[in-house]
Every structure is written in structure tokens, then in C-alpha cells.
């Protein structure tokens, strides 16, 4: 495309059977923690892929 | 949903539901923003719009949400912040645990309290196989020993049960002796150093009990500690108020100081707090995190200068599931805190108020009425956060500064929902910079 270019394209919107696994890192947003919002997070199943080399 | 927004001259569309992130021209911004296009050639304007249409087609633009039924009648326990210490070694103007005390008495939490609070995690914590303590305060190596001998139970007890626990620990530094440090290297997945840059903007906060800067008493600390951490996890963690609004500077300083995993908090404090951030401040924090955005880019391209602003990382790719996504914290549910006295809260923010108790660890049995309330919280029930752009990345904001500022978990703390989502456009435009 000439206009456009996709940077990203994770395909939030398609539930998979492991989501909601509740293995990822609590995440809290106040300023006395160091805050973590959810976007920087990384999926832990995706880690488990990774690591295995799939 | 979709959000258009421009970093200076670069342009972009972020497709909220699809999660993509699309680098425009300005044509397709205009189109995008219905601005006006009669500047433009009329063949141009053709074409720029075919491609919207394309992206929409293959589902990366204005893509529907999903089916999602929320579940929130499980209610395991997964992490822990465990308050060893409600007391400080250092008297920080800002402090929303009152000198570490949380309004209540100076205390520190016996052994017995913390292998009890290990053992109810444990016991709670259903089939989840990580775990996760914080070891917090006021100041926890004030209490050290018992931190020590709680690791010790709590790895013996996991893997007991085939499971691990993942610990951190947030400190001032004052008692960051080698030792110490050393020790949290060891057996830390995180720690958490908090320093608020530039020396007189750290100790013009952060001072002692006989009000001295505690700058130079924790910076030869910090660095130690730096200097034997390797790629391992930690943080240099500040908090910027109205009196330090130029706090890029302060995140550059700590930059210049050798750190290379950084964060900088908004503080938050009611609005006649002489160190509160208030809505006249908005523009100038926004420039701000545009400043920093540019010189993060241009730093992170330099393997001497290379840092990671906590803000900033944004995993477009392999970021968390929806569900994560639409609870975030999980305070009240799956993540809860455990006072010196072994009394359980939803959270380190709610500790010692006393409508939010929800137990104590000693009874093994907790309110789960409100806990439920609690889980049952979501992009679902608040309103403004359902229309918003930036939802799947918030998650609905701090629920604490939710009833501490609105008296209502589902009404979000508006400047944060600012600083936020200005934070959110800064880090895609890193994001595109350093994945284009
Ligand atoms: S809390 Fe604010 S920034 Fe976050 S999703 Fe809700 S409205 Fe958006
Ligand atoms: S309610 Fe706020 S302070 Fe508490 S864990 Fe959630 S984001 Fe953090």
C-alpha cells in the first residue's frame, strides 16, 4: 500500500483456548508500585512457545 | 474503534479491537479525521481511500469486538503484596502510606504472620503454577531477616506443591548494604529501587527523618547494586510532582548514572497537595513524554546509552490475552495484601481502610462478597472506559484512585486516564520507529 504501512497486526480480537490462563504478571497501575499497565506486558503461553522453540 | 493521531509530522491509526498499528500519510489522517480534503488530488483521495477500505476488509481497521463472557466466579489468589514493615527509614513528602505506617501503628510483620500469609497464597492459588510476592512496606529491609526466612518457607512450600514463586522487592536503598544487595540478586525476579533523579529534585522529596536528602545515601547503593545485576530484572523507580514537571531530565540523569531500566510516576495526591499535579499541568507533562519519546529513540540506538522506560514498552505483538486485558490488576481477586498484623486487603492501596478488610490470613476465610465485587470490575462496567481508545492497554485504571478520588471503582481517576493515553501515543510511536 502507498498510503499505509502496518506496523503491528497481533489479531487481539481472536480468543484462543489459553487466554485467560492467569499465568502473567500481576500487573498494578498506581504510582507506588512501579505501575504496570497491562499493554506492557507479555503473555506467558506466548513465552512457554517461545521457549520451546515452536 | 479506531484512534488517529499524530507524533508530530508521523501519523498513525491504532485499530482498538484488532490491536494493529498502522503509519499513515497525512491524506489518510485527514480522511480519517473527516478533515477537510480539498487540498488534496481528487485521484489521491480515491486511492488513499481504497486502502482503508482494504484494511477494514482483512480486519485491521474499525474490526469488531469479541464475544467474551466474563467469568468472575473464580476467585484463586495468584500474588501477594506482603507488607514486612509499616515503618520507613525515610520521611518522603509524598508518601500515600503515611511514613509507612498506613495510618495506623509503627509495625513490623513476625515470621509467623508471613509463613501464615505464604501457606493461604498457596492454599489459595488453585491450579496457577507461578506466584508472586512483593515484598513492600514502608521500608522492607527495615525487616529483613523475616524477608529472608520467608523466601526460604516459601520456595520450600512450593515446591512441595510443583509450583514457583516469583518475589520483588521495592526499597529506598538506605539499607542497600553489599549484603543486601547481593541477597535480592540472588533470590529477586525484581527489584525495585526508588530514587527521584536529579539530586535536589530527590532531595527536595525524599528526605530523612532529621529532614536531610537521602540522595547521597543510597546512590553508591543503587550503582552496587547495578553493577552486579546484569540483564536480570530491576528497576530505578522515581515519581515526578508538580515541582519536577521537566522529569524527562531526571529519567536522562538516571540514564547518564548508568541505570538502564527506568521509571517515572506521576504522583498522586489530592488536588490541595503542594506537590499534586493538576489538570494547568497537562500540557507541559505531555511535552514532556514527547521529549522523551524522541531522545528514548535516539539513545536506544547508542548500546551505551540504551535504556528501557518502563512507559514506553509496549509489546504490540505478544502482549497479554483479552481477559488480562479487561481486568488488569486483578486487585480484590487474584492479587491481594497482607498488613504486619496478617489482615488482608484488596490491595497495598486500600491497606488500612478498614471497609476494604477482607480478612486476615489467620482465619484462612475472606469476605468473598466484595471480593466478588471486586472481580466482577472491568472494562465492562465503566462506562467512560468502554468508549475509550486506549482500554485494552489500561484495563480500566487504578481501582484504588477510582474510590479514593470518585467513591466509585467504575468511575476512573481522569488525569491518569490523560497521562495515560498520552503515554499510549508515545510508545507507538516508538514502537513504529524501532519496528519499521
Ligand atoms: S481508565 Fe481512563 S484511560 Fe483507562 S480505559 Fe478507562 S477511560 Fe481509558
Ligand atoms: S487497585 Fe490500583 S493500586 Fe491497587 S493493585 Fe490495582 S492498580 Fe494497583
Given at each position: ?25 500481576s ?24 521457549n520451546?522453540?515452536? | ?24 500519510d ?16 481528487k ?15 482483512n ?42 505506617t ?22 489459595n ?10 515484598f ?13 526466612k520467608?523466601?526460604?518457607?516459601a520456595k ?8 514457583f ?17 547481593e ?24 528526605k ?47 540514564n ?11 504522583v ?9 499535579i493538576?489538570?494547568k499541568?497537562?500540557?507541559?507533562i ?27 514498552v ?8 483479552y ?11 487474584e ?34 462478597e ?10 465492562f ?29 467504575n ?25 519499521n
Amino acid at each position: 500500500m502507498k498510503h499505509v504501512k502496518t506496523i503491528a497486526k497481533p489479531e487481539l480480537n481472536k480468543i484462543t483456548e489459553h487466554s485467560g490462563c492467569g499465568e502473567c504478571r500481576s500487573s498494578c497501575q498506581s504510582a507506588c508500585k512501579t505501575s504496570c499497565t497491562v499493554g506492557n506486558q507479555v503473555c506467558e503461553q506466548r513465552v512457554l512457545v517461545r521457549n520451546s522453540g515452536k | 474503534m479506531i484512534h488517529a493521531f499524530n507524533f508530530k509530522d508521523d501519523y498513525f491509526v491504532y485499530d482498538v479491537e484488532s490491536g494493529s498499528l498502522h503509519e499513515i500519510d497525512k491524506l489518510i489522517f485527514d480522511i480519517l479525521k473527516n478533515n477537510d480534503l480539498a487540498n488534496y488530488d481528487k485521484k489521491e483521495v480515491e486511492e488513499a481511500k481504497a486502502e482503508i477500505e482494504t484494511l477494514k476488509a482483512n480486519g485491521l481497521l474499525d474490526a469488531p469486538a469479541p464475544e467474551y463472557k466474563m467469568d468472575e466466579k473464580r476467585l484463586d489468589v495468584k500474588a501477594l503484596c506482603l507488607h514486612v514493615c509499616h515503618d520507613c527509614n525515610l520521611r518522603c513528602g509524598y508518601c500515600f502510606a503515611k511514613e509507612g505506617t498506613y495510618s495506623g501503628a509503627r509495625e513490623m510483620m513476625s515470621l509467623e504472620t508471613a509463613k501464615k500469609a505464604m501457606d493461604f497464597l498457596i492454599d489459595n492459588s488453585a491450579d496457577r503454577k507461578i506466584l508472586e510476592v512483593d515484598f513492600f512496606g514502608g521500608e522492607p529491609l527495615m525487616n529483613f531477616d523475616v524477608l529472608k526466612k520467608t523466601v526460604e518457607y516459601a520456595k520450600q512450600r512450593a515446591k512441595e506443591k510443583g509450583k514457583f514463586f516469583k518475589f520483588t522487592t521495592t526499597t529506598n536503598g538506605v539499607l542497600l548494604n553489599k549484603e543486601a544487595s547481593e541477597y535480592l540478586n540472588d533470590e529477586m525476579d525484581n527489584v525495585v529501587l526508588s530514587l527521584d533523579g536529579r539530586k535536589e529534585v530527590n532531595d527536595s522529596v525524599r528526605k530523612t527523618p532529621n529532614g536531610k536528602g537521602s540522595f547521597d545515601l543510597i546512590i553508591d547503593n543503587f550503582k552496587y547494586f547495578r553493577s552486579i545485576r546484569g540483564d536480570k530484572s530491576y528497576f530505578v523507580r522515581g515519581t515526578f510532582t508538580s515541582k519536577n514537571l521537566d522529569f524527562s531530565k531526571d529519567v536522562l540523569f538516571m540514564n547518564d548514572l548508568g541505570f538502564d531500566q527506568i521509571s517515572i510516576e506521576p504522583v498522586v495526591l489530592s488536588d490541595d497537595h503542594p506537590l499534586a499535579i493538576h489538570e494547568k499541568d497537562m500540557p507541559k507533562i505531555f511535552e514532556e513524554y514527547e521529549n522523551l519519546a524522541e531522545e528514548y529513540v535516539k539513545r536506544r540506538k547508542d548500546p551505551e546509552k540504551w535504556f528501557s522506560f518502563f512507559h514506553f514498552v509496549l509489546h504490540l505483538n505478544d502482549g497479554p490475552c483479552y481477559k488480562k486485558r479487561l481486568v488488569g490488576c486483578g486487585a480484590g481477586s487474584e492479587y491481594l495484601a497482607v498488613a504486619p498484623n496478617g489482615d488482608v486487603y484488596p490491595c497495598h492501596q486500600f491497606v488500612g481502610q478498614t471497609k476494604f478488610k477482607l480478612g486476615n490470613v489467620f482465619d484462612g476465610k475472606l469476605n468473598d462478597e466484595l471480593r466478588h465485587t471486586f472481580a466482577k470490575t472491568s472494562l465492562f462496567t465503566k462506562d467512560e472506559c468502554q468508549n475509550c481508545w486506549a482500554k485494552y492497554h489500561c484495563s480500566g485504571g487504578c481501582n484504588a484512585n477510582s474510590v479514593n478520588f470518585n467513591g466509585d471503582m467504575n468511575k476512573p481517576y481522569k488525569p491518569a486516564c490523560e497521562m495515560m493515553k498520552k503515554r499510549l501515543e508515545c510508545s507507538m510511536y516508538v514502537f513504529a520507529k524501532e519496528n519499521n
